[in-house]
T-cell receptor, first 120, second 114 residues
């Protein structure tokens, strides 16, 4: 079964450094997302990406963050000047085109295994 | 504003028995989708089941079923015949029509006893 793949599985970075988290979404999916989960807390939406642009972002996704689809397969999250509070599990997700049935979108988002980011 | 509430931080169930994990939600949008995800100790997020707000019947996927009560705004997950491998964190989630973000509840940790 096709799956979302994320690399690396664990990233350790010094505070203030830039980090790039990488994701390969499922090949026929058109919508891409990043979420984060601080240890012991709920999963939080960061950003969604469609047609080479951000379609929605949360208040967490400030100027420190950026996303890019540099080629036809990869989807990256860049965090500039990392802070201690950026330590979390970061999940990439993807979904098929949003087919609307009865007025709602019924496509689940399929998640990768996550990248555990540790800021020292 | 959207909100998902899971009031059970932890649940225990005996192997082979059924268990219900509670989820209530709040939204002003009449069109939305509800999802359940499983997160084992290894950390990955596994999609389990989906329910649309206009679906007339409760969703089922193998041993998973969703008890959808729209008027009460609840979407409880029922796991039948629990297995040891079901021990994990379970998240209820929602996405409104036209929206892209999925919001998650705080999760319920399920422990299956042998």
């Amino acid at each position: 079964e096709p799956e979302v793949t994320q690399t690396p599985s664990h990233q350790v970075t010094q505070m203030g450094q830039e980090v790039i988290l990488r994701c390969v979404p499922i090949s026929n999916h058109l919508y891409f997302y990043w979420y984060r989960q601080i240890l012991g807390q709920k999963v939080e939406f960061l950003v969604s990406f469609y047609n080479n642009e951000i379609s929605e972002k949360s208040e967490i996704f400030d100027d420190q963050f950026s996303v890019e689809r540099p080629d036809g397969s990869n989807f990256t999250l860049k965090i500039r000047s990392t802070k201690l509070e950026d330590s979390a599990m970061y999940f990439c997700a993807s979904s098929e085109a949003h087919r609307f049935r009865g007025g709602y979108s019924n496509q689940p988002q399929h998640f990768g295994d996550g990248t555990r980011l540790s800021i020292l | 504003a959207q909100k998902i509430t899971q009031t059970q931080p932890g649940m225990f169930v005996q192997e082979k028995e059924a268990v219900t994990l509670d989820c209530t939600y709040d939204t002003s949008d009449p069109s939305y989708g509800l999802f359940w995800y499983k997160q084992p100790s290894s950390g990955e997020m596994i999609f389990l089941i989906y329910q649309g707000s206009y679906d007339q019947q409760n969703a089922t996927e193998g041993r998973y079923s969703l008890n959808f009560q729209k008027a009460r705004k609840s979407a409880n997950l029922v796991i039948s015949a629990s297995q040891l491998g079901d021990s994990a964190m379970y998240f209820c989630a929602m996405r409104e029509t036209g929206g892209f973000k999925t919001i998650f509840g705080a999760g319920t940790r399920l422990f299956v006893k042998a």
